[in-house]
């Protein structure tokens, strides 16, 4: 996912989609650097302020003078509220928080808050500045306490270790029967991986994306086991140069994360926050032209280049991305064209504006997996409610007549007039 500074309300950082992703490891993490940058000298006021429609619990904490620090793991970040007078304010209370589609936190003037602000904490300078978790979507939540989701695995950018060392010892379990790209999904095993990550991952060790997760893990296990034995004796240092020179996935899983997070000046330019292109051209393989694209087993779409691999779902044929129009057509946006109406122009922005309905409902899909422990209300009984709308008499006659006239027709009868 491509993320970027908030634009207008103040500073802030907007964890937006310029490809319409959801976010993953490094804009949590991200979020967290710049929470901890530009609140780590404000001091903050009064109770928090939550909105009618935030998908989260009140939090019970009230002080003069308190402050707010981040921490990111994977997929999840939590908040830390903490008094400056402890003996005298109330103890530390913590929100573990999920950005789901669209979250993200900005900083900006109490009286110019944007829109879906769910969660708000007061400066106590004058005029007051608000931090707020923004989700448009609301499918983020926050929950109260300071406990990690238990059935997420360490994160593959602050724990790399322990997240290599869980997904090697565990190659029994049946997840990895599946194939890679869909197990690089599970968050049980690889906490911080989404869609966009696991494409470039994927693609930078052309592997195969419906190759058998099992079987590319264990050459890993067997390549680690055979490098020991031939010199036990290599320094830290060397051993870090050869793993460069030779990343494997592993390795990729949590070196193509920090990428993004180490060139955050280089790929999100807060002084341009709607300039993804950047983002954009670091990008090699997901949404890029000319690759080939198609839908899992969980109905979200995988990019890729060459064959799928032996796993792949039958009955679908790889889609290829549409290479884009020749730049010369932008060179002169005033050179006259007589297809190019008023009324295109505006669909071509509103296209550009909103991603297409099929990513958007399989990465609605995705976070809906995700958050199993989440009761999904109001969808279904939406679905109902249509369904059983009765239709007007005059439908109903309408109809009748529609069949009466098909039938005629289907015996040759002449249409009546």
């Known amino acids: 996912m491509g993320a970027g500074r908030a634009a207008g309300g103040g500073g802030g950082l907007g964890l937006c989609c310029a490809v319409a992703t959801m976010p993953e490891c490094p804009e949590l ?33 009230r002080s ?67 931090l707020c978790f923004v989700d448009p979507r609301r499918f983020g939540s926050w929950r109260l306490g300071d406990a990690w989701q238990p059935e997420r695995g360490p994160c593959v950018v602050s724990e790399y270790q322990a997240f290599r060392e869980n997904v090697l010892k565990n ?15 599970n968050q049980k095993y690889f906490n911080g991986i989404g869609n966009y990550l696991r494409a470039e991952i994927l693609y930078r060790l052309k592997i195969p994306p419906f190759e058998k997760a099992r079987t590319v893990l264990e ?16 320094t830290l240092s060397k051993k870090v140069k050869l793993r460069r020179e030779n990343a ?34 670091w990008l090699q393989c997901y949404l890029v032209p000319g690759m080939s694209s198609l839908r899992d087993r969980g109905g979200r779409t995988i990019w890729f280049q060459g064959e799928p691999g032996p796993m792949a779902p039958k009955g679908q044929r790889p889609r290829k991305t549409p290479r884009k129009k020749s730049p010369q057509l932008k060179a002169d946006p005033e050179a006259s064209s007589p297809k190019v109406t008023p ?21 609605e899909k995705e976070e809906q997996e995700e958050q199993a422990d989440r009761p999904r209300k109001g969808r279904a009984r ?27 027709r289907g015996r040759g009868a002449a249409p009546a007039v």
């Open 343 to 363: 009324r295109a122009v505006k669909q071509r922005r509103r296209a550009a504006a909103n991603p297409p309905k099929s990513e958007e409902k399989e990465e």
């Open 29 to 61: 993490h991200l979020a967290g650097r710049f929470i901890n940058g530009a609140c780590g000298a404000l001091v903050f006021a009064g109770g928090v302020e939550r909105s009618a429609v935030g998908r989260g619990p009140e939090v019970p904490f």
């Open 64 to 130: 003069e003078a308190y402050s707010i620090s981040a921490i990111a793991r994977g997929k999840e970040l939590r908040l830390t509220l903490s008094a400056l007078d402890p003996a005298a304010g109330p103890p530390a209370q913590d929100l573990v928080f999920r950005f789901g589609m669209s979250g993200s936190f900005r900083l900006c003037p109490a009286a110019e808050l944007p829109r879906h602000a769910h969660l708000r904490f007061l400066t106590r300078e004058s005029p007051p500045r608000a």
């Open 248 to 281: 494997d996935l592993l390795e990729l899983c949590h070196t193509v994360p920090m990428e993004v997070i180490m060139a955050e000046k280089q790929l999100l330019d807060p002084e341009h926050s709607d300039d993804y292109s950047t983002f954009k051209n």
């Open 382 to 408: 939406g679905r109902r409610a249509v369904t059983a709308a009765p239709a007007s008499p005059e439908e109903l006659l309408s109809v009748r007549r529609s069949r009466r006239t098909s039938a005629r």
């Open 171 to 185: 190659l029994e379990d049946r997840a990895f029967d599946k194939p890679i790209c869909e197990v690089l999904l």
């Open 219 to 234: 050459a890993l296990k067997e390549q680690e086991q055979e490098r020991r034995k031939k010199d036990p004796s290599l």
